[in-house]
C-alpha cells in the first residue's frame, strides 16, 4: 500500500510538470504571436495603398487613352504614357526599353547640375536644367511642347490611385527612384520637389537635393 504522503508527493510532482509544460506551452505561443506581429509589421506590402475593384475601374475609366504614346487625365492635361527614356511599342500599347529591373528603361537625371539653381525666382517652378529639358525637347504622338509637371500635377496624376491602376494607366513605371517636378522646395533652394510612385510610398512628396537623380514624366 502506497503511503499517503508519497501519493501527496507524486501529486505535487505531477502538478508541477503540468505548470512547466504549461508555462513552455505559453511561453512558446507568445514567441510566435510576436514573430507573427513583427513579421507583419516590417512587412512594407501591408502597407501598400490598395484600391478594391470597383475603385479601380472607376479611376482607370477616367483616363483616355488616346493610342500614340499619350494619355489624356480627368483634368484634360495631356500626359506621356512612358517615363522619359521609354519606348512606346505602338503593337502592345506599353513602354520599353533595355533597362533592368524595374527601370524598364527610364533615364534619371538631375533638376539641376547647380545646387539652388534651375528655377525662375518668381515662379520657383523649373525653367532650365536636365529634367526641365528633357521635357522640352521631346517630341510623342507628333505633339512638342511638353514640360515638366508642377508638384500640384504630380499629385493630382497620383490622387485615388494606387500603383496596380497606375500601371494599367501607365504601364512599366518605374518604382526604385521618385519622379521630379518643376517646383522647388518652398523652404530651401537647394531642394525640389518629387513623388514617388512606389507600392509602398504611392502618391508621397518629398524634398529632394535637385542634384540627385530621379525618372520624369512630362505634362502638356
Same mark, same amino acid.
Request: some cysteine; hydrophobic content about 35%.
Given at each position: 500500500?502506497?503511503?499517503?504522503?508519497?501519493?501527496?508527493?507524486?501529486?505535487?510532482?505531477?502538478?508541477?510538470?503540468?505548470?512547466?509544460?504549461?508555462?513552455?506551452?505559453?511561453?512558446?505561443?507568445?514567441?510566435? +504571436?510576436?514573430? !507573427?506581429?513583427?513579421?507583419? &509589421?516590417?512587412?512594407? #506590402?501591408?502597407?501598400?495603398?490598395? !484600391?478594391?475593384?470597383?475603385?479601380?475601374?472607376?479611376?482607370?475609366?477616367?483616363?483616355?487613352?488616346?493610342?500614340?504614346?499619350?494619355?489624356?487625365?480627368? =483634368?484634360?492635361?495631356?500626359?506621356?504614357?512612358?517615363?522619359?527614356?521609354?519606348?512606346?511599342?505602338?503593337? !502592345?500599347?506599353? &513602354? $520599353?526599353?533595355? %533597362?533592368?529591373?524595374?527601370?524598364? %528603361?527610364?533615364?534619371?537625371?538631375?533638376?539641376?547640375?547647380?545646387? +539652388?539653381?534651375?528655377?525662375?525666382?518668381?515662379?520657383?517652378?523649373?525653367?532650365? *536644367?536636365?529634367?526641365?529639358? +528633357? &521635357?522640352? $525637347?521631346?517630341?510623342?504622338?507628333?505633339?512638342? *511642347?511638353?514640360?515638366?509637371?508642377? #508638384?500640384?500635377?504630380?499629385?493630382? !496624376? *497620383?490622387?485615388?490611385?494606387?500603383?496596380? $491602376?497606375?500601371?494599367?494607366?501607365?504601364?512599366?513605371?518605374?518604382? =526604385?527612384?521618385?519622379?521630379?517636378?518643376?517646383?522647388?522646395?518652398?523652404? =530651401?533652394?537647394?531642394? +525640389?520637389?518629387?513623388?514617388?510612385?512606389? *507600392?509602398?510610398?504611392?502618391?508621397?512628396?518629398?524634398?529632394?537635393?535637385? $542634384?540627385?537623380?530621379?525618372?520624369?514624366? &512630362?505634362?502638356?
Amino acid at each position: 500500500m502506497i503511503p499517503k504522503s508519497a501519493k501527496n508527493n507524486t501529486k505535487v510532482v505531477m502538478m508541477g510538470n503540468y505548470m512547466q509544460k504549461t508555462q513552455n506551452c505559453l511561453f512558446s505561443f507568445l514567441v510566435i +504571436a510576436f514573430s !507573427l506581429l513583427a513579421i507583419e &509589421c516590417s512587412n512594407p #506590402k501591408d502597407k501598400e495603398k490598395k !484600391l478594391d475593384s470597383g475603385a479601380q475601374l472607376s479611376v482607370i475609366l477616367s483616363f483616355h487613352d488616346n493610342g500614340n504614346g499619350i494619355v489624356t487625365g480627368p =483634368d484634360g492635361l495631356l500626359w506621356m504614357k512612358c517615363a522619359i527614356g521609354q519606348v512606346w511599342d505602338s503593337s !502592345l500599347n506599353t &513602354c $520599353t526599353g533595355t %533597362g533592368g529591373g524595374t527601370t524598364f %528603361g527610364a533615364r534619371s537625371m538631375k533638376f539641376c547640375e547647380v545646387a +539652388a539653381g534651375c528655377v525662375s525666382p518668381a515662379t520657383l517652378v523649373a525653367d532650365s *536644367g536636365p529634367a526641365f529639358n +528633357a &521635357c522640352n $525637347t521631346v517630341t510623342v504622338g507628333g505633339l512638342t *511642347g511638353w514640360r515638366l509637371p508642377t #508638384k500640384f500635377e504630380l499629385a493630382n !496624376l *497620383g490622387s485615388g490611385m494606387d500603383r496596380p $491602376t497606375m500601371l494599367m494607366i501607365f504601364p512599366q513605371t518605374p518604382d =526604385d527612384k521618385e519622379f521630379w517636378s518643376a517646383s522647388q522646395d518652398e523652404n =530651401d533652394a537647394n531642394l +525640389a520637389r518629387a513623388m514617388s510612385f512606389s *507600392g509602398v510610398n504611392f502618391g508621397k512628396e518629398y524634398g529632394r537635393q535637385k $542634384t540627385d537623380v530621379k525618372y520624369v514624366k &512630362c505634362v502638356r
